[in-house]
């Protein structure tokens, strides 16, 4: 392989790896504080990506905008549905997990009902390539990278530097302590819930202009994102982060390396034997 | 019967347990106390093989049982109660005992899938033994109850029953008078008095002295990590270490 | 219990059963037969799983093993000519080999985490059936699957498969067999120590249980079951293609599991019967279905906690309630 397909693999790499990230990130934060796997997670971020067409397609507002836009509606739609989905359902196992199947269910066929059911595409708005180190490469995919990056880069000071944030990380190491510290579990899950379902706008926004919007585009997210946060730890906020990084570096750079009928399956492959050996994953905690 | 030899246990940077040396006699009844954070409850886990020590030896009738797990530990003779969450709470108090009567006799997987007559043998004299430790420790009127309802001191008091259903040479009660009022403080102490009757080394963690004092041959003492002192209880009641660990705590009566 | 109680629920039973020998006769629909071979299916799946659920662990591979079960049956049969009763039992006994192997590593997570674990699981399999296209097909799948081997017994058997009617008698002989053996285990001390793995883990294995043994056995005899339907429904359907096992089939047996009740060894059945009926009733909605079902799981969730075998309890507290007030 040459130097520039190596290289351009790398930067595809990036691309999915801070696509992973955004998905997974507001995973672990919905998993760690509310204790609950999103399963409609790939739907709020479908939601996300569709939120952005509209306004950006239909109604000519400025991507960036109109993906800010959509982050604060799909936030407070995650807020929502914690406070009335979630809540009623806190330490159980089983009904939450129904209750987003349920959720999944509505989403996917309401998109499928409203618009229609054919792909649609965001209209790029970062036409044309540059010349970067003798190779070419697309404005768009840059930028994404750097919008990715920028807001993962976010979240982690939040967490790291805020009130909030250091609130956060006390719920998701000892629930009972945190809440006998005054730490009102009630709101940092509402936060929490709203920075992960807005994280997921982001990621389907820029996902949706680097390829397409489609009612049933969730489901690959919900699977690199459970694919994330098993290998990264679970539970693990810097644990999404590398892991989103390792499985989006093997996801650009294996496939095109290998032209071998399993070269989609290494990543998962590879997940699958470290799990064997470490099954709470690279920074999990058992 | 148990010794404990250089038994060390970090967290991170943390020593909660630092190079303790403790033995234990066959037929002794033995107190570990401290004030809260001294390291008792970790004492009993690494010994039970919940949790794996750092450095140091455990050797139990000869036998090294440090690295040992905990349904190991068990099948060895050594049986322990817990603080929280002591018992199963949604079998019924013959459940209980019967759940945890796994040991003698073992009930192999095939023949209890089976329904095997060697199975329902068992089972019979599974049932009796439990009906036994239940009279035993004075749960007989309380057989169909389910766990939960009980109130905490029959709790407490069943899970000692769960204990004893291994039939163990060395019990290891961790506070079992914690949350007890008079009444139910005494009841377990003629309890504990009687199972000693029986035959079986105890070592308990305690808080209630007076208690402690009364029932037990020895006392060792730990305080932030370290063995302070070990002796009979009139000694100890007069150790000026013991005192201080002890004094600005509200545990201490004498 | 009283052993005139004890007679009338035998022979309750008994006319039980049959009654669903006769149903064939009764009604020659193939949909109707369609539908409770549908049935059969999820009674297996959604008890096998409240077997793994009553040891404490939550497993969403269920339809991961279903298709390594299908799957198996199929290349067994296809490829290497086996006889497809052989790859039936062969079917349940490579999902059940599947969860031993990952068993013991994954069984160290609990609760939600072991959860996910097997959902990554389920996803793994799936897309090993889409890619790997030279054993699998890839997404397209097994086509032509062959009948399974006929049973032919001179003089008063003579079943080849043909029409609904033998498979239905396929099914119903399976799902019977399996819930003897369930019924069995769940009576047994095995089921004992699981629910005390349940409640307190450390507790049990104070008292000489070996939790992670005791785990893997019930994933493992689990999913063997899971297996085993899966190879019923390779030679049934004929064609398997990895999409049909996917998470949301998952999710959907641990929702016939929820719905009927876990607490209970009938409420999966119960679940499974109720809401494949649903199910399938509610077809003719069309594109209006999934909202329809979404509002049904939102209904049980929300105001069934015990499941359906807890409906006839909570309405009789509910009558009592209006009786005292009248």
Not at chain 1, 24 to 30: E, K, N, S
Not at chain 3, 56 to 68: D, T, Y
Not at chain 3, 285 to 305: H, N, S, T
């Amino acid at each position: 392989m040459s130097a520039s397909a190596l290289a351009q693999s790398l930067l595809n790499g990036l691309v999915s790896g801070g696509i992973y990230i955004l998905v997974a990130l507001g995973m672990t934060l919905i998993l760690s504080i509310t204790r609950i796997v999103q399963l409609a997670h790939g739907e709020v971020y479908m939601v996300g990506a569709y939120c952005v067409y509209y306004l950006c397609a239909r109604a000519g507002v400025n991507f960036f905008v109109a993906l800010v836009i959509s982050m604060l509606l799909v936030g407070g739609f995650g807020i929502l549905l914690e406070r009335f989905f979630f809540r009623p359902f806190r330490e159980q196992l089983l009904r939450p997990l129904i209750v987003c199947v349920g959720l999944m269910l509505f989403l996917q066929n309401a998109a499928l009902v409203i618009t229609g059911g054919t792909p649609k595409s965001i209209p790029s708005p970062f036409p044309g390539v540059s010349r970067i180190l003798g190779l070419t490469v697309s404005w768009e995919r840059l930028i994404i990278v750097l919008i990715g990056l920028g807001f993962v880069s976010a979240t982690l000071l939040l967490i790291q530097k805020t009130k909030v944030g250091q609130a956060m990380v006390a719920i998701s190491q000892d629930r009972e302590v945190a809440a006998l510290q005054g730490i009102n579990i009630d709101h940092i899950s509402a936060i929490a819930m709203f920075l992960g379902s807005a994280l997921a706008a982001v990621a389907g926004g820029l996902v949706g202009a680097m390829f397409s919007v489609s009612p049933f585009m969730g489901g690959f997210a919900l699977m690199k994102g459970i694919a994330v946060i098993v290998l990264g730890g679970l539970g693990s906020i810097p644990g999404a982060v590398i892991g989103g990084l390792i499985l989006g570096l093997i996801d650009g750079v294996i496939p095109p390396l290998l032209t071998t009928q399993l070269a989609g399956l290494v990543g998962f492959g590879a997940i699958i034997l470290i799990l064997l050996l470490r099954p709470q994953g690279i920074l999990g905690h058992e | 019967m148990l010794e404990i030899k250089g038994l060390t246990k970090h967290f991170g940077g943390l020593a909660a347990l630092n190079g303790l040396d403790l033995n234990i006699s066959q037929g002794e009844l033995v107190a570990l106390i401290g004030p809260n954070g001294a390291g008792k409850t970790t004492v009993f886990n690494l010994i039970t093989g919940f949790l794996r020590p750092t450095s140091g030896k455990i050797m139990f009738v000869g036998v090294d049982v440090t690295a040992l797990k905990p349904h190991s530990v068990a099948e060895r003779g050594i049986a322990r109660t817990f603080q929280t969450a002591s018992v199963f709470r949604e079998f019924t108090v013959l459940q209980n005992i019967m759940a945890a009567c796994q040991l003698k006799p073992k009930v192999g997987f095939w023949e209890a899938a089976l329904h095997t007559p060697s199975s329902r043998n068992k089972e019979k004299f599974i049932l009796n033994r439990a009906l036994e430790i239940m009279q035993f420790v004075g749960l007989g009127g309380v057989k169909d109850r389910v766990a939960q309802s009980l109130p905490h001191g029959h709790q407490r008091i069943l899970g000692i029953a769960i204990a004893l259903a291994t039939e163990p040479k060395l019990l290891l009660l961790d506070e079992p008078l914690s949350g007890m009022n008079a009444e139910e403080v005494n009841n377990t102490k003629a309890l504990i008095h009687r199972i000693w009757q029986r035959g079986i080394t105890i070592l308990l963690i305690e808080h209630n002295m007076g208690a402690t004092m009364s029932l037990c041959q020895k006392i060792a003492v730990l305080n932030f990590g370290n063995k302070i002192a070990e002796g009979p209880p009139n000694q100890i009641k007069q150790n000026k270490e013991v005192i201080q660990a002890y004094l600005g705590t509200v545990e201490y009566a004498p | 219990m009283s052993k005139r109680i004890e007679l009338t629920k035998t022979l309750g039973y008994g006319a039980l059963i049959l009654f669903l020998f006769l149903i064939p006769l009764i009604t020659e629909e193939p949909y109707t037969l369609h539908i409770f071979i549908m049935i059969g299916i999820n009674i297996i799946l959604a008890s096998s799983l409240r077997l793994i659920l009553n040891s404490g662990q939550l497993s969403l591979a269920h339809g991961g093993m279903m298709a390594i079960g299908a799957y198996t049956s199929a290349l067994l049969v296809t490829k290497l000519g086996i006889s497809s009763w052989t790859a039936l039992v062969l079917s349940g006994a490579a999902s059940s080999s599947l969860a031993f192997f990952v068993g013991f590593p994954f069984v160290r997570l609990k609760g939600i985490y072991f959860a996910i674990i097997t959902i990554f699981l389920g996803q793994i399999i799936i897309l090993t059936g889409e890619q790997w296209e030279s054993l699998t097909g890839g997404s397209v799948g097994i086509l032509n699957i062959p009948r399974p081997d006929p049973i032919v017994i001179p003089g008063l058997l003579n079943m080849n498969f043909g029409s609904k009617m033998d498979f239905y008698y396929f099914i119903l002989i399976l799902t019977l067999i399996t819930l003897l053996i369930l019924y069995g285990l769940e009576n047994s001390r095995i089921t004992l120590t699981w629910r005390s793995i349940q409640q307190a883990d450390f507790l049990a294995e104070s008292v000489g249980v070996h939790t992670a043994k005791f785990k893997v056995l019930a994933f493992s005899i689990g999913c063997f079951f899971a297996g085993l339907v899966g190879g019923f429904y390779s030679q049934y359907v004929r064609v398997v293609s990895p999409r049909t096992f996917d998470l949301s089939f998952a999710i959907y047996v641990m929702v016939y599991m929820v719905a009927g009740g876990m607490g209970r060894f009938s409420g999966p059945i119960l679940g499974a019967f109720f809401l494949t009926g649903f199910i399938e009733l509610f077809r003719v909605l069309k594109e209006f279905q999934p909202f329809v079902f979404a509002g049904a799981l939102m209904l049980i969730v929300f105001f069934l906690p015990d499941g359906l075998v807890g409906l006839p309890k909570r309405l009789w507290k509910l009558l009592n309630m209006k009786l005292t007030h009248a």
